[in-house]
């Protein structure tokens, strides 16, 4: 019995007759696999009624230009700046493992992939497209050895190693996922569709949160069209925001509600249980009274739209018991006069943005249909009629796809655009004969944001 045996009590009764197969489901849920450790979602109503479980399908990338101006340039850049040593810290973690997908999928240039990891993951195989790949024991020496390094981990790793891979004219560039660097001066937070000039000439750069990066893909577009002022967001965000272990605690915990093992199911990576629930607290309460991940979005808005430091950002953050893929409610203020059609218009010209937006459709975004997409969506556009000049709309998208993993490898793709990364004079030639050396991570890097 849960702290809170009358919680769902009437929930209960009416999910008892389903919880056998429920229970089946959740069964070939979790067993199944792919080679990411992904479940693909079944097939039959009841599944899909169930967001939890059924946003597990990672579908494929939309074959819609994401960011045209370096999508389309693959070739030119494997031909002209050659092929790169790439290596991969905290590649088991849910960031690193979609790293490693975005990679493969967008054909980055590779000549050797190195992942490297603690020594209980050390000397494992790995197989990829670029070749069936050892894990290796994680050091600064041989990080730098490659030409870029993604880091999937935790501040602490980053702040403790990144600088040190990174350090000198012979150091790899570093595209750092923690919040270890966002906010230093002199190093780039970036998302490339926005301020992919910023990287220019660097070698450290931090990719931002996720939450961030999903809102800001929708906001700048109308931020060019009509001059931001003010913004107010509301987030809905998946268990996949604490990683694998909040995924898998809210499959668990689901499973035992549905069961009938337990009223209100175990909590132990989250303040109070998911399923069936939502949480108004993500990360660490402030002396403002708002979260540390409120104001991310705030400072970080600040610092990737190059806004005034007192600029104002306000959000509400609130874990949701869905999978992945982050929502997020804008209410974004401008100087001029806002036009609904030219937003739409803006939006749908914006490389990496989807506009789904059809009412009498049903047609809007939803972390259904936003996971595993490398666009974001955007719908439920309309004037706020709360405020003068405003646009209110609903945004959707892959977290750790977006908001994480495709946004660093498109800022290494910029990099190599311009001049920024470039591969050691030591670097053959890529060709699907070689065995490159792939790496699995250190098992402290879950988070994502």
Not at 142 to 161: N, P, Q, T
Not at 310 to 328: G, K, L, N, Q, W
Request: proline fraction near 6%; charge should be neutral; include cysteine.
């Amino acid at each position: 019995m849960g702290p809170y045996p009358h919680s769902f009590s009437a929930l209960q009764l009416s999910t008892m007759k389903f919880s056998t197969a429920a229970g089946a489901l959740f069964a070939i849920s979790s067993s199944a696999s792919t080679v990411y450790g992904f479940a693909p979602a079944p097939s039959s109503l009841t599944a899909r009624a169930l967001t939890f479980s059924s946003v597990h399908s990672v579908r494929e990338p939309s074959r819609r230009s994401h960011i045209a101006s370096f999508s389309n340039r693959r070739t030119t850049i494997s031909m002209s700046a050659g092929t790169f040593n790439v290596g991969i810290v905290g590649a088991t973690g849910a960031v690193g493992k979609e790293i490693v997908g975005c990679l493969e999928k967008r054909s980055f240039p590779v000549n050797g992939l190195r992942i490297f990891g603690s020594e209980r993951s050390a000397g494992k195989e790995v197989d990829t497209k670029f070749g069936k790949v050892t894990v290796e024991l994680f050091s600064e020496e041989a990080a730098r050895e490659c030409d870029v390094v993604f880091l999937a981990v935790d501040g602490d790793f980053s702040l403790k190693h990144a600088e040190n891979i990174c350090a000198g004219d012979d150091g790899p560039v570093v595209i750092d996922n923690s919040s270890a660097f966002r906010y230093k001066e002199g190093i780039p937070l970036c998302v490339p569709e926005i301020n992919a000039e910023t990287t220019k000439g660097k070698k450290l750069i931090a990719n931002p949160n996720c939450t961030t990066a999903i809102g800001l893909m929708a906001v700048w577009p109308l931020h060019k069209l009509f001059g931001l002022t003010k913004m107010v967001m509301s987030t809905y965000q998946a268990a996949s925001g604490a990683g694998q272990p909040g995924m898998d605690e809210l499959v668990e915990g689901t499973r035992s509600v549905l069961n009938g093992e337990r009223d209100v199911a175990e909590n132990k990576i989250f303040a109070h249980p998911l399923p069936f629930n939502v949480i108004p607290h993500i990360d660490k309460f402030q002396e403002n009274g708002y979260t540390k991940e409120e104001m991310k979005v705030t400072w970080e808005t600040r610092k990737i739209c190059g806004l005034a430091d007192d600029f104002p950002v306000s959000c509400t953050a609130v874990r949701i018991p869905t999978s992945r893929a982050h929502s997020e409610s804008i209410v974004a203020l401008f100087e001029k006069p806002v036009d609904v059609a030219a937003a739409r218009k803006a939006l749908e010209e914006a490389p990496g943005v989807k506009l789904r937006d059809d009412p009498e459709k049903l047609s809007y975004p939803m972390p259904l249909t936003a996971t595993g997409q490398y666009d974001i969506e955007v719908g439920r556009l309309r004037k706020n009629i709360a405020f003068d000049n405003a646009l209110e709309f609903f945004v959707c998208g892959d977290q750790l796809l977006r908001g994480a993993a495709l946004n660093a490898v498109i800022v290494a793709e910029a990099m190599i655009d311009n001049g920024s990364l470039k591969a050691k004079a030591s670097v053959e030639s890529y060709s699907p004969d070689i065995t490159p050396t792939l790496m699995p991570l250190p098992p402290t890097c879950h988070k994502s944001s």
